[in-house]
């Protein structure tokens, strides 16, 4: 089945810096990776996604690259802000309905 | 984005009785949505596929008489968390992907505290 790893566990980052969070997964069979942000006591959500036939995806301050050949993919986020702290998930997961397989998470604090 | 609704947020019950968390999405139809469980500082593991109309597919380890999933209609799921125990208190999530993007949302999730 598919593994999904994610570093750095932890990330600080001072306002206005970027921050980047890595993924690698194993099945190449995998189409749809998302990227979630949660906040303590809140369900995730969903903040960017890309698609294998893509490679790179951006929204505002947000961008998410992939590399099929590789089996990697990561989160950047430019001019980070305090209200970017929180923990970040990756997932893969193929077409259809598949369930996600998460990352670890990484947990984002952005010091003032 | 499409919009999951879970119900309820927090739930404190006894130890032995059940309790029900709803799962709903809004603005979409959904034939399969998922459940979670996740650990205070631990990412999601996946506890069942809810599939409407029909029987629901257990991950390994997880009981599925202690976790009963019912989907009977394409906008709502629930999971029951029978004879409740302390070690079942945690977090519980519920995710659908949204058919026509194919985008896997979530719910709000629910903070079970048995006592």
């Given amino acids: 089945g598919e593994n999904v790893e994610q570093h750095p566990s932890t990330l600080s980052v001072q306002e206005g810096d970027s921050a980047v969070i890595k993924c690698t997964y194993s099945d190449s069979a995998s189409n749809y990776f998302p990227w979630y942000k949660q906040e303590l006591g809140k369900g995730p959500q969903l903040i960017i996604d890309i698609r294998s036939n893509v490679g790179e995806k951006k929204d505002q301050r947000i961008a998410v690259t992939l590399n099929k050949t590789a089996k990697h993919f990561s989160l950047h986020i430019t001019e980070t802000q305090p209200e970017d702290s929180a923990v970040y998930f990756c997932a893969a997961s193929g077409s259809g309905n598949t369930p996600l397989v998460f990352g670890k998470g990484t947990r984002l604090s952005v010091i003032a | ?115």
Avoid at chain 2, 4 to 29: M, N
Avoid at chain 2, 32 to 47: A, D, E, G, V
């Fill in chain 2, 1 to 115: 984005g499409a919009v999951v609704s879970q119900h309820p947020s927090r739930v404190i019950c006894k130890s032995g009785t059940s309790v029900k968390i709803e799962c709903r999405s809004l603005d979409f139809q959904a034939t399969t949505m998922f459940w979670y469980r996740q650990f205070p500082k631990k990412s999601l593991m996946l506890m069942a596929t809810s599939n409407e109309g029909s029987k629901a597919t257990y991950e390994q380890g997880v009981e599925k008489d202690k976790f009963l999933i019912n989907h009977a209609s394409l906008t709502l799921s629930t999971l029951t968390v029978t004879s409740a125990h302390p070690e079942d208190s945690s977090f519980y999530i519920c995710s659908a992907r949204d058919p026509a993007g194919m985008g896997a949302f979530f719910g709000q999730g629910t903070r079970l505290t048995v006592v």
